[in-house]
């Protein structure tokens, strides 16, 4: 796969990122702060933070289902895997398309648009939930009242994140109750600006309409939501267990708080892994509870290094089990639109 200027990109940013996170911190405190952690809490944080993955791979089962019902467990759980693990050491979130294509290809009965488009429903429901916890942490006594994030109040950073998750819950009940308006205005724009693609984008939008068609069944619709809830409040609990084997006394809304701002920094073009990008928003996001630095950063790095392993191993391993190459999800461009078309 070709770095491209985007990839370029990215990788700047999170150099840049690691070098202001590490501005002004002593590599010796930072090993200080690791030989006082407790181990058995960090290695219990891991494994919080590794049961993620099984609970992603749930969630994935009901948005899939208005396309293949009652998928099994384990062709879920390997492609959520090897997609995480290529994210991980690939760029430009390589490893969305490996997710698609890894279940497309052991799984017949979902194409590979379909389950591309089917991970557009899935990153909604982690927007509205992430930034719901978030939200909710902010109402905890606990959390700074005088809080600024990039020179911002955190209410104004609120108000906005509210406004965001409103758009996104009115855009995902448009599709489901305004498909065909939908379908005819990309149509209408398509042909216009780029009519090649037309064909291509109308079978993802499809895709995505049958997805967001679990907001009709409102049994599909809680299974989804509740497994999101269940997985992000599992990962928060990973970060807690973290700061406390770190001796950070931070309540629990800190983590919902922190993992929070972590999505919103790495939503941005970074290098493999969100190396940078997650140990710069995690010193911000602990600095705001009055976590001195060293200890914020000596947090970030070594739960980030931790967490980084299991996942990769996992994936890996599927990834090899599977018979995939880098090569191979490289070239995935083309989309079957009669097979999408029809789903």
Known sequence: ???????????????ACLYFAFRGIAFAKVLENLRHANLGLLLLSVVVATCTFPLRALRWRPILDPIAPNLPFTPLFSATVIGM????????????????????????????????ASLAVDRVFDVIVVFGLMFLAMLDPAFPPEAQVMGRSVSSWALKGVVLVGVL??????????????????????????????????????????????????????????????????????????????????????????????????????????????????????GLYGVPSDLAVSWAITYHVLTYIPVNVIGAYYF?????????????EKVDEPSAAAV
Request: hydrophobic content about 55%; charged content about 10%.
């Open 1 to 15: 796969m070709k770095i491209g200027w985007r990839g370029a990109l990215g990788i700047i940013l999170s150099a």
């Open 85 to 116: 693990m290529i994210n991980n050491v690939a760029l430009l979130r390589a490893g969305e398309v490996a997710r698609a294509y890894a279940l497309s290809r052991s799984t017949p009965r979902v194409t590979f648009p379909a389950a591309f």
């Open 169 to 286: 819950v009115v855009a995902m009940y448009l599709v489901v109750l305004l498909p065909e308006r939908i379908l005819a205005l990309y149509e209408s724009v398509a042909r216009r600006i780029a009519p090649k693609l037309e064909a291509r984008g109308r079978a993802a939008i499809v895709a995505i309409i049958h997805g967001m068609s679990i907001l009709r069944t409102p049994g599909r619709l809680a299974a989804v939501l509740g497994w999101t809830v269940a997985h992000w409040l599992c990962n928060a609990l990973a970060f807690w267990l973290a700061f406390r084997a770190f001796g950070i006394t931070t309540p629990m809304s800190s983590a919902l708080f922190l993992q929070g701002l972590v999505a919103i920094g790495v939503a941005a073009p970074q290098g493999p892994g969100f190396f940078g990008v997650f140990e710069l928003f995690g010193q911000a996001g602990l």
């Open 320 to 332: 090899l089990r599977t018979g995939l190459s880098m090569g191979e999800i490289g070239t995935v």
